[in-house]
Nanobody, 120 residues
Framework: QVQLVESGGGLVQPGGSLRLSCAAS????????MGWYRQAPGKQRELVAL???????NYPDSVKGRFTISGDNAKNTVYLQMNSLKPEDTAVYLC??????????????WGQGTQVTVSS
């Protein structure tokens, strides 16, 4: 079993910044990718940022230049630095990891989500 612990959400004014973190622990042999998704009320879940074990990074156009994803392999932790936040960034942000477990299975896990609210 793999556990994800997210932190860093909250309320911020437009133009402000927040940093999210997600720490993975448990029966992890290796991590293939770690990413952040978000889901606003009435909308589909969308990818915000993805980083692979090979170092590839992917952002949608909506956050390019404002959000930065980074990882700490030693801590199995991924971070999302969010700058120049806009009201439309308001959503529940969820961490996702694709891992190979010590048992040999390859599985995707989701965090519980952290609320980000951008409002004046």
């Amino acid at each position: 079993q793999v556990q994800l612990v997210e932190s860093g959400g909250g309320l911020v004014q437009p133009g402000g910044s927040l940093r999210l973190s997600c720490a993975a622990s448990g029966s992890i042999f290796s991590i293939n990718s770690m990413g952040w998704y978000r889901q606003a009320p009435g909308k589909q879940r969308e990818l915000v940022a993805l980083i692979t074990s090979g170092g590839s990074i992917n952002y949608p156009d909506s956050v390019k230049g404002r959000f930065t994803i980074s990882g700490d392999n030693a801590k199995n932790t991924v971070y999302l630095q969010m700058n120049s936040l806009k009201p439309e960034d308001t959503a529940v942000y969820l961490c996702n990891v694709h891992v190979r477990t010590v048992y040999g299975s390859r599985t995707s896990y989701w965090g519980q989500g952290t609320q980000v609210t951008v409002s004046s």
